[in-house]
């Protein structure tokens, strides 16, 4: 049963039944930071291409994404 520990449902095609009885107002998959983790092989580390990014830009994300909690450097 794909669904991540705050109910969300992260599987391939249809959710299955019966789903969890409650959802946390997390914003899911899209959002938060566990459900990303629980949802994604890899633990939610993705290798992002910034090539259409100039280093500006680029440098600009990654201070956002390390101000929401994430883990991010340009390499």
Known sequence: ?????????????????PAPAQRARCGGLSMCRICIKEATPSGGTYNLSLDSLNADQAQALLRRLRAEGYTAEYV
Not at 5 to 14: A, F
């Open 1 to 17: 049963m794909p669904y991540t520990s705050h109910g969300h449902w992260y599987g391939p095609g249809k959710p299955t039944l």
